[in-house]
T-cell receptor, first 109, second 112 residues
């Protein structure tokens, strides 16, 4: 079966760096997405990786290793507004998105 | 402001009743999707439409139906609601299959 694993919850301190991991087993691979979802709101797109390596976008970076079935989202200079759930999703060979359950990130002052 | 509008925002529905969740987008996106989100689970695809006039079944289609008569609208109908359909429903769109999704603000549905 297809599976996406990410930690349920993480806690970090304002101003620090946090890495949220995502491992996947899917039928084929056509890219990996990260979304941010604040409580009670809709998910919003953060990043997309289809080739191995690091994609940097401001304070957020996303890394992909296809051979290991592994990605991480790196958040730098954490701010209180970064408190949210972070969703990892993989597009399989049929271009269907398989979603992880999300990682709830709690930022403490 | 361009985006996706879902209605209603929330609804309490008696079991056995019929309900249509509305979704309209003004971005002229080709692909549209309906997901449900339940605590502790990832988003699960109910139905999708790659382009106007076509629809397809997702991971959890039973008890739901959709139509795509035009580019902008993609309503989701529960023919006879059951308590297990209590969930938050998100409509999403993308300009093409494989592009990032834009989500509506969701409909919180409680079936009693």
């Amino acid at each position: 079966g297809q599976n996406i694993d990410q930690p349920t919850e993480m806690t970090a301190t304002e101003g620090a760096i946090v890495q949220i991991n995502c491992t996947y087993q899917t039928s084929g691979f056509n890219g990996l997405f990260w979304y941010q979802q604040h409580a009670g709101e809709a998910p919003t797109f953060l990043s997309y990786n289809v080739l191995d390596g690091l994609e940097e976008k401001g304070r957020f970076s996303s890394f992909l290793s296809r051979s290991k079935g592994y990605s991480y989202l790196l958040l730098k200079e954490l701010q209180m507004k970064d408190s949210a759930s972070y969703l990892c999703a993989v597009m399989d060979s049929n271009y269907q998105l398989i979603w992880g359950a999300g990682t709830k990130l709690i930022i403490k002052p | 402001i361009a985006g996706i509008t879902q209605a209603p925002t929330s609804q309490i529905l008696a079991a056995g009743r019929r309900m249509t969740l509305r979704c309209t987008q003004d971005m002229r996106h080709n692909a549209m999707y309906w997901y449900r989100q339940d605590l502790g689970l990832g988003l699960r695809l109910i139905h999708y439409s790659n382009t106007a006039g076509t629809t397809g079944k997702g991971e959890v289609p039973d008890g739901y139906s959709v139509s795509r008569a035009n580019t902008d609208d993609f309503p989701l109908t529960l023919a006879s609601a059951v308590p297990s359909q209590t969930s938050v429903y998100f409509c999403a769109s993308s300009d093409r299959v494989g592009s990032p999704l834009h989500f509506g603000n969701g409909t919180r549905l409680t079936v009693t």
